[in-house]
């Protein structure tokens, strides 16, 4: 009786099925390639839009109304190997109107003066949605990749920009 299958189609089933797989594998690995890459971009900082900012008229009559305790940190290793710090104040909204955008900077800074590590964050709108006369915020920003070797000397937090209602 003859046999229904032959050898040398078995292999060009096989051989169609490896193809197929490499072609899979190869398209696979590029779309996470893709997908990663995406992820890792840098992306520009948070930014408040219409912001009252350092130089603007506005600026000097109620920045110095917005007062911030000194700052205080906390660091932990995590377990890639790395430094993580977290850096903690109260904001104090004393200029008599509702604070409706808060964008605050913090940052950890060698002997120089210059920044190892820094962040700007958003915190109003996002954490709390205002911030009312007379009333105060816990402001915390975390700042992650110190090394052993990073000089860190100093920690400060500043507000960068704000708007009233």
Do not use: C
Not at 36 to 55: D, K, V, Y
Not at 56 to 70: Q, V
Not at 86 to 100: A, K
Request: charged share 30%; glycine share 6%.
């Amino acid at each position: 009786m003859p046999t229904e299958h032959s050898i040398p189609e078995d292999k060009s089933h096989r051989t169609l099925i490896i193809v197929v797989a490499v072609i899979a594998a190869v398209l696979i690995g590029g779309f996470f390639y893709l997908l990663l890459r995406r992820t890792m971009a840098p992306t520009a900082p948070p930014t408040l839009e219409a912001a009252i900012r350092p130089g603007s008229a506005d600026w000097d009559k109620y920045s110095k109304l917005i007062a911030r305790d000194d700052p205080e940190a906390d660091e932990a290793k995590r377990a890639l190997g790395d430094t993580v710090m977290t850096l903690h104040s109260t904001v104090r909204n004393f200029t008599g109107r509702t604070i409706v955008g808060l964008e605050v900077r913090g940052a950890v800074v060698d002997h120089d003066g210059k920044p190892v590590k820094e962040r700007t964050v958003v915190m109003i709108p996002g954490r709390q949605s205002e911030l009312e006369p007379n009333k105060t915020m816990k402001v915390s920003i975390m700042l992650e990749g110190f090394t052993e070797s990073d000089d860190r000397a100093n920690i400060k937090m500043e507000v960068v920009g704000f708007k009233l209602k």
